[in-house]
């Protein structure tokens, strides 16, 4: 698979924050922290990566299944976590993977720092003691940077993911240029993002997808655009350009 240049990351307003990027396979991300917490972060990618690999490893259905699966009480958190995200909004469990590791390596830096972003292919897991905001990606669409999202402390931690029909190279059997989900769990976010953008055929669909999305376990607001046309719902204060 070849790397595909992550253009949309200067979009999220990091402040004064440290900023360093690492990779493990299909993990790629850009963190910001207080002080450089490269070597935690790393520690705790490789931590996450191993729970997950080695879960696959004894229950392959887990990297496949494109339905939810049953919860197992006896798996790591992070599985868990995945589980019961994917039962939640109906999707697989890999539906929540990116969303996942950010959420759980950002809990892990919010020990030794008070502000931390994390962006995982998209998907983000923050708190900071400042307001953030977030530039939305939609690949093609005229709205490409031109709507964004204004996350406040008082919202966070917050997980903010994207999914999308058009851009990248996540499953999805939508044709939404993006479909942006806000919770408290980027876990969740991720899974739930997924679920709503497989409801997006067209710009009709645009508010059936909300009205159904908002109701999911754990959503707090979300985005949807397509083309030049977009939605909102819930907790969501846009920004436009």
């Known amino acids: 698979m070849s790397y595909q ?100 390596v950002g809990k892990d830096l919010l020990k030794l720092s008070e502000n931390v972003i994390i962006e995982n292919g998209g998907d983000i897991y923050l708190k900071t003691q400042e307001n953030v905001r977030v530039a939305v990606y939609a690949g093609n669409s005229p709205l490409t940077y031109k709507i964004g999202l204004l996350l406040k402390p008082g919202q966070m931690p917050l997980g903010v993911c994207t999914s999308s029909g058009t851009v990248g190279h996540s499953l999805s059997f939508g044709k939404a240029d993006a479909v942006c989900v806000l919770s408290r769990s980027s876990t969740m976010a991720d899974a739930a993002a997924t679920a709503m953008g497989n409801m997006v055929k067209g710009k009709e669909d645009i508010r059936t997808a909300l009205e159904k999305g908002i109701k999911i376990e754990g959503v707090s607001g979300a985005l949807i655009v397509i083309a030049d046309h977009f939605g909102a719902i819930g907790e969501v204060e846009l920004i436009v350009r």
């Open 5 to 104: 240049e992550r253009t949309y990351r200067n979009r999220v307003s990091q402040n004064s924050l440290t900023s360093f990027s690492l990779c493990v396979r299909e993990t790629d991300l850009l963190i910001g922290c207080d002080t450089d917490l490269s070597q935690k972060a790393l520690e705790s990618v490789y931590t996450y990566r191993g729970f997950i690999e080695s879960y696959i490893r004894m229950h392959p259905d887990f990297l496949t299944s494109l339905a939810p699966l049953d919860d197992d009480d006896i798996a790591p958190p992070i599985i868990r976590d995945m589980l019961k995200a994917s039962l939640a909004a109906n999707v697989g469990p890999m539906a929540s993977v990116a969303g996942a590791i950010s959420e759980y």
